[in-house]
């Protein structure tokens, strides 16, 4: 079974200019999570889908950031415009649980983007 | 509200010392307590989770984990440390509720030494 696929790995952009990370979960999970890693910590939500809906994002922020999740199945985080302090490590996950059919409530996280702002 | 915090941001111990990586929780629902390792350009990895039922978890890696409810703890512990397990680790916590996302410490990176 194919884990959690994210693209691309690495990306150095300058700041002010627009970047996207694309992230497609295990196959049948209905749950998907964008994180941001900092250096030195530990991840933090940005945002969680169930399905096609954003069921969490209080903690994205919306002046800058987007996501979505049109088919409920893969996913795209972008940023418009990137700031220096965007430099961080953007993990995605899966759950193949929602709120309303509980399961493992392990999450499956993919190798990340790790984004450089110069 | 759930937090977690790791004590020690580094450890150190040699081969086939004892690995010891402290972990406490404050959580105002019963929690539910996971440990992840990260490898270096790599995502995050499950070791070992606590939902319900034993208290003793073990996981890969001969890795195991206790929670204890009066300490507020989930301390990761191996008997054995070996060069393979240099990483980065984590404890994170969550709610009961299903999907709810994870609130993770600020890691631990562990060294081995030959």
């Known amino acids: 079974e194919a884990g959690v696929v994210q693209s691309p790995r690495y990306k150095i952009i300058e700041k002010k200019q627009p970047v996207a990370f694309w992230c497609n979960p295990i196959?049948?999970?209905?749950?998907l999570y964008w994180y941001r890693q900092n250096l030195g910590q530990g991840p933090e939500l940005l945002i969680r889908y169930e399905n096609e809906e954003a069921v969490d994002d209080s903690q994205l922020p919306k002046d800058r950031f987007s996501a979505e999740r049109l088919k409920g199945v893969d996913s795209t985080l972008k940023i418009q415009p990137a700031e220096l302090g965007d430099s961080a490590v953007y993990l995605c996950?899966?759950?193949?649980?929602?709120?309303?059919?509980?399961?493992?409530?392990?999450?499956?996280f993919g190798p990340g983007t790790r984004l450089t702002v110069l | 509200a759930q937090s977690v915090t790791q004590l020690g941001s580094h450890v150190s111990v040699s081969e086939g010392a004892l690995v010891l990586l402290r972990c406490n929780y404050s959580?105002?629902?019963?929690?539910?307590l996971f440990w992840y390792v990260q490898y270096p350009n790599q995502g995050l990895q499950l070791l070992l989770k606590y939902t319900t039922g034993a208290t003793l978890v073990k996981g890969i890696n001969g890795f195991e984990a206790e929670f204890k409810k009066s300490e507020t703890s989930f301390h990761l512990t191996k008997p054995s440390a070996h060069m393979s397990d240099a990483a980065e680790y984590f404890c994170a916590v969550k709610a009961p509720k299903a999907g709810t996302a994870l609130i993770f410490g600020k890691g631990t990176t562990l060294s081995v030494s030959s």
């Open positions: 196959s049948g999970h209905n749950t």
């Open positions: 996950a899966s759950n193949p649980g929602t709120s309303g059919r509980p399961s493992t409530d392990t999450q499956y």
């Open positions: 959580s105002s629902v019963p929690p539910y």
